[in-house]
């Protein structure tokens, strides 16, 4: 019997597919996991940094998905992860919410959202869509509308206040293990606790120097989830130069050894032994990214463990 590779579940580099003619962003973004790169794993994500106010303003307009989807906008600070470096009105269900903040949406499926206008730019900051249940660029988006040129600003019809699905401050509930190199504890930004019913967990951290552990632990441990799958995200921070990662990782999955110095994606079947994780060498900040699919609170995150 062959042996698995587990470097199916690996992805090294994105690919460029999506989202091309915008100015003062990255365009076509970099789509970082789908089907075409992790064949059968179901989500769609694509991150793209924003270098100034997009060119056009809007550029993408309302639409509508036959799946839920996460839309996150992170600042592109270390030093203050929480400030995103702009000013941008986003409108849910035609509802408008301004925000100034990392800021994360949970869309649910059928949910018209959009436009996205930035009303005004700091610093360079990040913009991502994960899409759940699809991972195919297509499927997506063609249907949605979203390039569907709208002349005048969607109108909120239904007695619902959509400032319920955004997430405009992160929760800090997971022990800080790390004293040094690494914000802890880490950010999360979208649970159960943030919004009622989302089955999604995800923290993040800036790695900002070598990671310095509380205690005896040397790197992140080696773990098994049996009841959800995790995708797990690098994402370099560097505008001028998004695939560079900043860092040399070493990564086991199902107990065979990767090694990767690039913005990448791991997708983590449920199942799956995982780990350990350690930072092997250090050259600029960059994003670590933990999204737990199928639960929503860090405790059965910890329970899984």
């Not at 997009?54 to 592109?76: A, K, R, T, W």
């Not at 086991?252 to 995982?274: E, M, R």
Request: glycine share 12%; with cysteine; aromatic share 12%.
């Amino acid at each position: 019997m062959s042996e698995t590779n587990y470097e199916q579940y690996l992805v090294r580099r994105p690919i460029y597919e999506a989202f091309g003619g915008t100015k003062n962003r990255q365009s076509p973004t970099m789509t970082i996991m789908s089907n075409k790169q992790v064949p059968g794993c179901n989500y769609y994500m694509e991150p793209g940094w924003i270098y100034g106010i997009p060119d056009p303003n809007p550029s993408l307009h309302e639409h509508v998905h036959d799946f839920d989807e996460i839309v996150m906008h992170i600042g592109g600070d270390y030093r203050q992860p929480q400030v995103l470096g702009g000013t941008v009105e986003f409108y849910v269900g035609g509802q408008p919410i301004v925000f100034n903040t990392s800021t994360t949406f949970y869309i649910p499926k059928g949910t018209p959202h959009g436009p996205v206008i930035w009303r005004d730019f700091q610093f360079p900051h990040l913009q991502m869509a994960i899409m759940c249940g699809t991972g195919s660029a297509g499927e997506a988006w063609e249907s949605s509308g979203i390039h569907d040129t709208k002349h005048t600003l969607p109108k909120k019809t239904k007695d619902f206040d959509y400032e319920q699905y955004a997430v405009r401050s992160p929760l800090r509930e997971t022990e800080g293990d790390f004293s040094a190199g690494r914000t802890s504890p880490s950010l999360t930004y979208l649970s159960n606790a943030q919004v009622p019913g989302v089955k999604y967990y995800i923290e993040y951290g800036w790695m900002y120097g070598m990671p310095v552990f509380s205690g005896e632990r040397k790197g992140v441990p080696k773990m098994v989830h049996d009841n959800f799958d995790e995708i797990i995200l690098h994402l370099g921070g560097d505008p001028e130069n998004p695939e560079d990662l900043g860092a040399d990782v070493e990564f086991y999955i199902g107990g065979q050894p990767f090694t990767f110095d690039t913005t990448s994606a791991v997708y983590i079947p449920c199942g799956l032994k995982h780990g350990p994780l350690r930072t092997t060498q250090f050259r600029k900040p960059h994003i670590v990214m933990g999204i737990m699919c199928g639960i929503g609170t860090v405790q059965e995150y910890l329970d899984s463990l």
